[in-house]
């Protein structure tokens, strides 16, 4: 059996796209509707990535893939997001120490969805390990249907002023 596309993919643009200062988070080759669709989802080491950097990364890499996908498909090239989507044991290792939220196919003893701490990342066992004040659960990642992090905003919210609506309201009568 050959390597998947997502594989073969990730294998051939990794050095353009490290060239031009990103990292791939995951590439993903689904079938919506009636289009395929390759996402390949980008991080930046040091900052974010805004609309022009995925558009400058697209044109880099559309001619190597166009010749590993010969039929006809939609290339989305995109940010992760503010919480990250944790689709690989790559993935898992980078956010070791951050708070994610992991689904599972089926209900543990603490229940089918849970929040903690990415406390250790085990590939031979190709297992978590997820800590919070009331547990800490080793999970295999075959068990995972869908897993990412979790910002927390609070830190965004510090110091802010709390807005005064009726400042706002040019209908409000003086």
Known sequence: ?????????????????SKLGFEIEYVEYVKEANNYIL??????????????ECEKVSRAVEDIIDTIIKNEYVLEVSSPGIER???????YKKYVGKE??????KKIEYG???????KDVNEENNSITLKNNEFEV???LD???????????????KG???VNLNKLNKFNKK
């Open 1 to 17: 059996m050959g390597l998947k596309i997502e594989s073969v993919v990730e294998e051939k643009i990794t050095s353009t796209i």
């Open 85 to 91: 989507q944790l689709r690989n044991i790559r993935l």
């Open 160 to 162: 802010s002023k709390p």
């Open 138 to 140: 080793v999970i295999n």
């Open 143 to 157: 068990e995972i249907t869908s897993a990412h992090t979790v910002y927390d905003f609070s830190n965004d919210l």
């Open 39 to 52: 996402r390949i989802v980008l991080d930046k080491p040091n900052g974010t990535v805004d609309v022009d």
């Open 100 to 105: 994610i939220y992991v689904k599972l196919f």
């Open 112 to 118: 089918k969805e849970l929040i903690g701490i990415l």
